[in-house]
Nanobody, 124 residues
Framework: QVQLVESGGGLVQAGGSLRLSCAGS????????MGWFRQAPGKEREFVAA????????SYADSVKGRFTISRDNAKNMVYLQMNKLKPADTAVYYC?????????????????WGQGTQVTVSS
């Protein structure tokens, strides 16, 4: 069983930055695809970014390309999401998720384990 705990969310003004962290436990996550998703009120959960096992390949939603960067530290069982140039449209609960694969899945149904989420609010 894998446990995931997100942190780093908060309230920030438009144009600002936040760095989300996700700590994994229960298993060594170096064999897992790691991803970030988000869900705004009244909307479906959507893909944000994913990173493969080695960290050498990433995928991003078009809405965050050039502003967000996903990274991982396998030695620490961590995945990060650096978010720059934040917009009010980025306001959502952000979730990290993992699956034991090296394929870059971008849909939520393809991920096996989820954290509880961390709130990000961007004010205009």
């Amino acid at each position: 069983q894998v446990q995931l705990v997100e942190s780093g969310g908060g309230l920030v003004q438009a144009g600002g930055s936040l760095r989300l962290s996700c700590a994994g436990s229960g298993r060594t996550l170096s064999s897992y695809l790691m991803g970030w998703f988000r869900q705004a009120p009244g909307k479906e959960r959507e893909f944000v970014a994913a990173i493969n096992r080695s960290g050498g390949t990433t995928s991003y939603a078009d809405s965050v390309k050039g502003r967000f960067t996903i990274s991982r530290d396998n030695a620490k069982n961590m995945v990060y999401l650096q978010m720059n140039k934040l917009k009010p449209a980025d306001t959502a609960v952000y979730y990290c998720a993992v699956r034991r694969t090296d394929y870059l899945y971008t849909t939520s149904r393809d991920y096996a384990y989820w954290g509880q989420g961390t709130q990000v609010t961007v004010s205009s």
